[in-house]
């Protein structure tokens, strides 16, 4: 099979959309299926791409540094899709770029499915601009509904969208390669240079450091676990545009930018407790990345910790302030838990596989290549 996936963000760009998406397209390369990748031009881009790579014209995304999104490109697609006609399209957002590729794939007769990775609507009101989210939920709903098929990775998430009129919703799950994120990479020389001793404390928060993360909540609750642990670290995984203002608000925590690879398992590991408040994830990788490595972790109950976090068990999930704050204080307090929360938390990481999240999408994209295929061989 020929497949295509658009996307507007991609490695070396970190954020969870990226690193899914590259997951599935060499999922399915590895599976033995031609995959061409449409995605704007990054600056480590050389001037020819590498086989499959389609590169387009993109431009750096507002107040989110090193993020860019794709312009149109309708006639590009067109020429291209004519020439290799791909059986289905991944589209995996929904910029300008997304649109247009939405649109060409229309005009083509070819099947589509789209990606809902991200609750733009959510983000809205921590940029001031909380007036417009009913609008970006009617500009989704356009968009996905055009679609055969929008790929959630929760029932929680899949229930929402079809009370608010999306069509056609189906669930892909999400996994984590537990051989690379896992407790064994803790590493006692990194906590040591976080100015840790070997009974030293590390809150750790990975992801974007931007205003839709609830980042004020995390502080709170470290500096109400500096009382019963006054050593404690709080250790910033990642970058963004808040990275600053908090810097200079607490210089007391540390920054270790943008981890990769086996550095940021590395890094997940060496913490002691995963503070994760944000309430606008669409999933929320970096909780199984955090529960993968061993790592009691407090969320919120949604996205990825309504399926799989289980408080008491492998973790806290909680459902306003308070418990965030609380949660976070009780695991500070008792080591004898927080160990066993992390240690469950890694078993029941094991169980999920990524091949087998990409075997779901290849026989999706294959489902709807094959509907598609009576009527365009009825028309010829």
Known sequence: MRYAIVTETYPPEVNGVA???????????????????????QASDGTDPDGG?????GAGLPRYPGLRFGL???????????????????????????????????????????GFHTR??????????????AAALRWMRRFHNEADAT??????LQQFLGEQGFDRVRLLA??????????????????????????????IYVGRIAPEKNLALAVKAFRRLQQIRPKARFVWVG??????KLAHENPDFIFCGVQRGDALARHFASGDLFLFPSRSETFGNVTLEAMASGVAT???????????LRTDQTGMAVNDDAQFLSAALQLAGDDVLRARLGRNAASAMQRLHPQQVVAEFDALLAELAQARRPHADHAA
């Open 53 to 57: 790579t389609v590169l387009v014209q």
């Open 151 to 156: 790929l959630v990775p929760t029932q929680e």
């Open 120 to 133: 733009f609507d959510e983000y809205l009101p921590d940029y001031g601009v909380a007036w417009l989210q």
């Open 72 to 114: 149109p490109a309708p006639k590009r697609l067109a020429r291209q899709w004519q020439l290799q006609r791909p059986d289905a399209i991944y589209i995996a957002t929904e910029g300008p770029l997304g649109w247009s590729a939405l649109r060409t794939a229309r005009r083509l007769g070819i099947p589509v499915a789209t």
């Open 239 to 244: 970058d963004g545009p808040s990275r600053e």
């Open 174 to 203: 999400r996994a984590v390669d537990s051989s690379q994120f896992e407790p064994q990479r803790r590493d006692p020389a990194l906590r040591e240079e976080w100015g840790i001793d070997g009974n030293g404390f590390a809150a």
């Open 298 to 308: 407090v969320a919120f109950d949604y996205g990825a910790a309504r399926e799989h």
């Open 19 to 41: 690193l899914t998406v590259q997951g599935l397209e060499q999922g399915l390369r590895a599976a033995g299926h031609q995959v061409d990748l449409v995605r704007p031009r």
